[in-house]
């Protein structure tokens, strides 16, 4: 049973710091890119970032690239986004999810429970 669970949201002030976690279980999880992504109050699912299976290699949407940073640990099953210089525009609830494709909302089969992340003052 594929689960993907992210944590580590909470309220920030813009310009802060927030680190997001992500826990898998029940699948190989170094065979599996990972892809973070976000869903704003009245808006579409959206891409953030997305890192490959090894963990090497990442690719991140315009909105964050430069702010945010995609990490994972295969002996852990953890992925981390590290997110910097807050905006109250980050404000969603923020996913993690396999891929069975290119870093794209289509391309997860299956959703674990967010976090939010509240960006105000």
């Known amino acids: 049973d594929v689960q993907l669970q992210a944590s580590g949201g909470g309220l920030v002030q813009p310009g802060g710091s927030l680190r997001l976690s992500c826990a898998a279980s029940?699948?190989?999880?170094?065979?599996?890119?990972i892809g973070w992504f976000r869903q704003a109050p009245g808006n579409e699912r959206e891409g953030v970032g997305c890192?490959?299976?090894?963990?090497?290699?990442?690719y991140y949407y315009d909105a964050v690239k430069g702010r945010f940073t995609i990490s994972r640990d295969v002996a852990k099953n953890m992925v981390w986004l590290q997110m910097y210089n807050l905006k109250p525009e980050d404000t969603a609830v923020y996913y993690c999810?396999?891929?069975?494709?290119?870093?794209?909302?289509?391309?997860?089969?299956?959703w674990g429970q967010g976090t939010l992340v509240t960006v105000s003052s």
């Open positions: 999810g396999t891929l069975n494709g290119q870093c794209k909302v289509e391309n997860v089969p299956a």
């Open positions: 029940g699948f190989p999880f170094d065979d599996y890119a």
């Open positions: 890192i490959s299976s090894s963990g090497p290699d990442t």
